[in-house]
């Protein structure tokens, strides 16, 4: 970026993740999820405007939770989820959030499901970025899922058609280089590194989680990714999830920012809020990055160190879904069996016992 932004506010919107379960067909999802797109654009207006008076910052980014307008696919079948709830890349639903984000003049990252006419009978569940213009200046697909297709399962027809830069890729906007992480992706420090490695300033993090006072996983590792980044993360936690049999409040609390320190600055209780806001300083971030010091973790780093360790590594295969070069739509239980054989893979090498 040539230019440094000035000081801005990002926001977290806790918000409640609708499932479409009781629909009763593919119309009926889609009319749901349209009216709730455009419901959110109230309750981040009015969250923009309090910010505003109340720290001084205009929001300039917004980040949504994870899968707020579907929720998550439960046993339904991967072809059968894909028509039901699939965002197209050209469909209406990113068309309503680019209106969204174009009338609220900020940046909104969030998180769905998506299909893709190259690989048909698929869904990758995505986290995209829209511009205040209207347009999705960045998607990127979940790669480390337990019960969802990857990229990596389709690996070489996906490098053919996207190129590593659509496996990680950034987005270098007014508001910083901006990259998004999905859901349990937080907890693997190789996603958020890789991000900064290609300059990555802020990640948005869209996740549905455990919200608890103690310590979880995911918030020690937003804490360290960090960190161990220099990046400011934007966490965006669901206020629950409505329309399942599953209690409310399961999925709940603890959106937050967390600064480049590793520090939080601010965090959500439970229920829908917006309350999890704080200052993006860009100038103390880039300034930070260029000091020598023993804090300056990205200046401290040697990747090719570790690039042999990681390359004989015992790992889930490339490829395990494409047969002859052509996509090969899984079964829910195929993806039990191959964490099964990667356990198995890791015994064999040593790994574990």
């Known amino acids: 970026m040539s230019e440094t932004p000035t000081p801005y506010a990002a926001v977290a919107m806790q918000l409640t993740a609708r499932s479409t379960e009781a629909c009763a067909d593919t119309a009926a999802v889609r009319a749901q999820i349209l009216a709730h797109i455009g419901e959110i654009e109230g309750a981040i207006r009015s969250a923009a405007i309090f910010i505003e008076q109340y720290a001084g910052r205009p929001v300039k980014l917004a980040v949504l939770p994870e899968y707020l307008f579907t929720s998550y696919p439960g046993r339904i079948g991967i072809p059968e989820f894909a028509e039901r709830v699939g965002f197209a890349?050209?469909?209406?639903?990113?068309?309503?959030?680019?209106?969204?984000?174009?009338?609220?003049?900020?940046?909104?990252?969030?998180?769905?499901?998506?299909?893709?006419?190259?690989?048909?009978?698929?869904?990758?569940?995505?986290?995209?970025?829209?511009?205040?213009?209207?347009?999705?200046?960045?998607?990127?697909?979940?790669?480390?899922?337990?019960?969802?297709?990857?990229?990596?399962?389709?690996?070489?027809?996906?490098?053919?058609?996207?190129?590593?830069?659509?496996?990680?890729?950034?987005?270098?906007?007014?508001?910083?280089?901006?990259?998004?992480?999905?859901?349990?992706?937080?907890?693997?420090?190789?996603?958020?590194?890789?991000?900064?490695?290609?300059?990555?300033?802020?990640?948005?993090?869209?996740?549905?989680?455990?919200?608890?006072?103690?310590?979880?996983?995911?918030?020690?590792?937003?804490?360290?990714?960090?960190?161990?980044?220099?990046?400011?993360?934007?966490?965006?936690?669901t206020a629950g999830i409505s329309g399942t049999a599953m209690p409310l409040a399961s999925a709940d609390g603890n959106s937050q920012v967390v600064g480049p320190d590793g520090k939080v600055l601010a965090q959500s209780l439970s229920g829908e809020t917006y309350t999890a806001f704080a200052t993006i300083d860009l100038a103390a971030l880039r300034a930070a990055r260029r000091t020598p010091a023993m804090t300056n973790s990205l200046a401290r780093q040697r990747p090719s160190l570790f690039a042999g360790v990681y390359a004989d590594a015992p790992g889930q295969d490339a490829n395990a879904m494409l047969d002859g070069g052509t996509a090969r739509v899984p079964e829910r239980d195929d993806f039990r069996r191959m964490q099964t054989a990667m356990i198995e893979k890791l015994v064999k090498a040593g790994v574990i016992t």
């Not at 990596?152 to 987005?171: E, S």
């Not at 006072?213 to 960090?226: E, G, H, I, N, S």
């Open 89 to 237: 890349a050209d469909g209406p639903e990113y068309a309503a959030l680019g209106t969204v984000a174009q009338r609220l003049g900020l940046h909104l990252a969030g998180n769905a499901y998506e299909v893709d006419a190259h690989f048909p009978g698929f869904y990758f569940q995505t986290s995209f970025l829209v511009a205040p213009s209207g347009d999705v200046v960045l998607r990127y697909r979940r790669l480390l899922s337990m019960f969802a297709p990857s990229p990596h399962d389709v690996w070489d027809a996906y490098l053919d058609r996207y190129g590593i830069d659509g496996v990680f890729p950034v987005a270098q906007t007014e508001i910083g280089t901006l990259a998004c992480i999905a859901s349990e992706e937080i907890l693997y420090p190789e996603i958020a590194r890789a991000f900064a490695f290609r300059g990555a300033e802020v990640l948005c993090h869209s996740s549905s989680e455990i919200g608890s006072p103690l310590a979880t996983a995911k918030d020690v590792a937003k804490r360290a990714q960090a960190w161990e980044s220099m990046a400011y993360v934007v966490s965006a936690n």
